[in-house]
């Protein structure tokens, strides 16, 4: 079954890997295993609905689902799994990504999809990050030092902009 955290990452296009690599990235980098899939809920309607009815069975914890334009994936996923699904909408070039985000957010009642923003592949990781804090709680240790470190980050750069501030000679 589960032996640990797992995260299947389910792309309506291969066009939409750029948009994702930083979402692997992250999620290998805090030791999450992932299963990375091209599937399209218009195109291979029959796969995406397989893939989300034995997507717990095969010990996945939780979907990110990354779709543009109609972005019909996501919730085609949460329709036949129980698992949580993270939505990631794709920017297109015909509405730069409101329509995938509108169409993925506006979920009905009982089919909920968690979404994030327009290529907002980061945030989808780490929400599937504090997801699997409520099965491993070694990932809220994590993500608590991952926010620390962001922190930190942000502090650095604010005392640059400071130093730089100091040193300028005003007119």
Do not use: W
């Not at 979920?107 to 491993?136: C, D, F, W």
């Amino acid at each position: 079954m589960n032996n640990g955290p797992k995260v299947a990452i389910v792309m309506g296009s291969d066009s939409d890997y750029p948009i994702l690599e930083s979402c692997i990235q992250l999620l290998k980098g805090f030791g999450v295993e992932t299963t990375i899939m091209v599937c399209s809920a218009h195109r291979t309607p029959e796969k995406a609905c397989q893939f989300a009815k034995e997507a717990e069975q095969r010990g996945f914890d939780a979907i990110i689902a990354a779709a543009g334009k109609a972005a019909h994936l996501p919730g085609v996923l949460a329709a036949y799994s129980v698992l949580p699904v993270i939505g990631l909408p794709i920017k297109s070039s015909t509405l730069d990504g409101l329509d995938a985000l509108l169409s993925i957010v506006q979920m009905p009642p009982g089919v909920p999809v968690a979404t994030v923003a327009i290529n907002g592949s980061e945030n989808a990781a780490l929400l599937a990050i504090q997801i699997l804090g409520g099965k491993y709680p070694e990932f809220r240790d994590k993500m608590a030092a991952y926010k620390e470190k962001m922190k930190q980050s942000i502090e650095d750069k604010d005392k640059r902009l400071q130093d730089k501030l100091n040193g300028l000679k005003y007119v």
